[in-house]
């Protein structure tokens, strides 16, 4: 298990930058949070690369991925800029072939 506890985490700074649409893009990676939304991108075949979760608010249990992290309230903040209160987190490789099949599904 690793423990990540300062938002100044090389690797808690990297996953900030998922938030915008150039950080995805040139890393072709997505951080996604929601039970619902990691349960669509695990049933369309993403794949799981790491999983984010802070003991304090999330109870669950904790999904197979190649590295968990538990990381601190304030570094979760840092990850999804405060806006949200989601306990867990999942970062995902997504490909160009993914975001196209995802923009047909996605009903103008």
């Known amino acids: 298990m690793n423990y ?11 996953l ?3 938030s915008k ?6 890393t072709g990676h997505i951080l996604i ?18 999983v984010y979760y802070c003991p304090d608010l999330y109870q669950g249990p904790l999904p197979t991925a190649p590295q968990s992290f538990n990381i601190s309230r304030e570094a979760l903040n840092k990850i999804n800029d405060g806006n949200s209160v989601a306990s867990i987190a999942r970062y995902f490789h997504i490909s160009r072939q993914t975001i196209m099949r995802i923009r047909d599904c996605v009903p103008e």
């Open 21 to 26: 649409t150039r950080g995805r893009r040139q």
């Open 4 to 14: 990540i506890t300062s938002s100044a985490n090389p690797r808690i700074k990297t």
């Open 33 to 50: 949070e929601g039970s619902r939304e990691i349960e669509l991108a695990v049933r369309y075949g993403w794949e799981l690369l790491e």
């Open 16 to 18: 900030s930058q998922l």
